[in-house]
């Protein structure tokens, strides 16, 4: 990551590096996450590679529903389709994250 990141700005290119996140990101068919109670659980996800700003709000909007307040979740009710190809593992990740290095290095 430093190599990558000094070859864009050679200027941070002694910059030291504490920490680097990664993880699995979680997607849904419109990009729009989904909120909410369901068969007595409640959840905030599919936040489509947008987590580390919408999950603070919404997961705020979920906790005050929790405690029985005003509920005032955006995404309450709104239909969750099915990602198109889609059936178990994500087989078709490898691919997207091979279409998405190809554009990296053409523009």
């Known amino acids: 990551m430093q190599a990558r990141l000094a070859g864009g700005f050679p200027q941070l290119a002694k ?13 849904t068919q419109d990009r729009f996450p ?11 996800m599919g936040y489509s ?3 580390a700003q ?8 979920i906790a005050e529903a929790m405690l029985g307040r ?4 955006p995404m309450k009710g709104v239909d969750w389709p099915a990602v198109p190809g889609h059936f ?9 994250g091979l279409y998405y290095k190809a554009l990296d290095r053409i523009q």
Do not use: Q
Request: aromatic fraction near 14%; charge should be negative.
């Open 54 to 61: 919408l999950s603070t709000h919404l997961g705020m909007i």
């Open 34 to 44: 989904r909120a909410g109670y369901h068969d007595g659980v409640w959840y905030a």
């Open 15 to 27: 910059v030291e590096i504490d920490y680097c996140w990664g993880g699995l990101v979680d997607m």
């Open 88 to 96: 178990g593992k994500p087989w078709f990740l490898p691919l997207v």
């Open 49 to 51: 590679g947008h987590g």
């Open 70 to 73: 005003e509920d005032r979740n």
